[in-house]
């Protein structure tokens, strides 16, 4: 599919197994989503840019590689993308992080914007938004259009499931966002949710129905 990126790294599908399971704990669920975010994260920035620098060894100088440019920042799709950016920032500490809080009203599967807060220079950054879930795309759609309009212009957009429809919607409102995913599975259902799926993200993380 257009702009999309399966990891399909064997270590990722065999966590992801265990997560869609329903009988894998909350505690489970929890650790193994912050570790499938160590290797997604490993993926999703493969191909950032380095720069040399001169720095000293115990034995001699040396030009080494480093990350060129501004700090990243990761974009959490809150509550269910906090789960990924624990992992993401356990390999990138010194990430900038923006909170976007959206849940999807159940009835008319449309998001409903709650809280904002991100770092104020977002021009020529990377953007990584992150939440496990792109089912309808109506959450993701919304938080990328918010920081758009304050001027994000690098976005890429890291989930661990995603659906057909979703990928189709989110790829005409946003071509230029990139996105990585675990899985694409069959369909949603009638109510919106991701079918095989793994159920409701944030519930199975924080153990609310
Ligand atoms: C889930 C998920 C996404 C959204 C995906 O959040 O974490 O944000 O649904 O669905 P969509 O693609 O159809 O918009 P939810 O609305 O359940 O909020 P929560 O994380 O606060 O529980
Ligand atoms: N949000 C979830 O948490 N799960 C789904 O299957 C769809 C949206």
């Not at 950016?85 to 159940?106: E, F, K, S, T």
């Not at 009835?107 to 914007?113: G, K, N």
């Not at 990328?144 to 499931?161: H, S, V």
Request: aromatic residues 6%.
């Amino acid at each position: 599919m257009r702009g999309v990126t399966v990891i399909d790294h064997p270590m990722v599908q065999h966590k992801l197994t265990i997560m869609r399971d329903k009988d894998t704990s909350i505690a489970g669920f929890r650790r193994l989503l912050r570790e499938i975010a160590h290797l997604m994260c490993y993926e999703v920035t493969r191909d950032l840019e380095l720069e040399m620098i001169e720095i000293e060894t115990p034995m001699t100088r040396m030009d080494a590689p480093t990350i060129k440019g501004k700090k990243l920042v990761f974009a959490s799709i809150l509550r269910a993308g906090n789960g990924l950016l624990d992992g993401m920032l356990d390999l990138v500490p010194a990430a900038r992080v923006a909170h976007i809080g959206i849940y999807r009203d159940h009835e008319t599967l449309q998001p409903v914007e709650y809280y904002f807060k991100a770092p104020s220079e977002l021009d020529n950054r990377l953007i990584i938004v992150v939440d496990p879930m792109l089912a309808t795309a109506n959450s993701s759609i919304a938080a990328i259009d918010k920081l758009k309009e304050r001027g994000a212009n690098n976005i890429r957009f890291l989930c661990l499931l995603a659906a057909p429809e979703g990928i189709e919607k989110f790829s005409t409102a946003h071509p230029d966002v990139a996105i990585f995913t675990a899985a694409i599975d069959s369909h949603l259902n009638e109510k919106g949710y991701i079918i095989p799926g793994l159920g409701d993200a944030g519930d199975r993380m924080y153990g609310t129905k």
